[in-house]
Nanobody
């Protein structure tokens, strides 16, 4: 069973940047897509970004496109989320997740149901 541990969250002013990391332990996750989701207080968990198992494709929510970048380092068993130009609307708990199946692409990447292993989350707070 893969365990995922997020880090890198914190408090930042609007316009600032943060880099989240998600380290995997247990079995290798290199053959599975990885995703980032977030959940703000009183709201449902929403898709942020995802990357295919071979880093061939990346997917982003419209709200973060052009500001966030997802990447993965297979050798380090780590996936990253670089977040730039942060706004208060980005405030949420951010979760990383590993896909249930190797070949998940397109709109399926945005469905939390397709991700079976989740981290505990890291808080990101953006002040205005």
């Amino acid at each position: 069973q893969v365990q995922l541990v997020e880090s890198g969250g914190g408090l930042v002013q609007a316009g600032g940047s943060l880099r989240l990391s998600c380290a995997a332990s247990g079995r290798t996750f290199s053959n599975y897509p990885m995703g980032w989701f977030r959940q703000a207080p009183g709201k449902e968990r929403e898709f942020v970004a995802a990357i295919t198992w071979n880093s061939g494709s990346t997917y982003y929510a419209d709200s973060v496109k052009g500001r966030f970048t997802i990447s993965r380092d297979t050798a380090k068993n780590t996936v990253y989320l670089q977040m730039n130009s942060l706004t208060p609307e980005d405030t949420a708990v951010y979760f990383c997740a590993a896909g249930r199946l190797r070949f998940i692409t397109g709109q399926a990447m945005g469905d939390p149901q397709n991700f079976g292993t989740w981290g505990q989350g890291t808080q990101v707070t953006v002040s205005s």
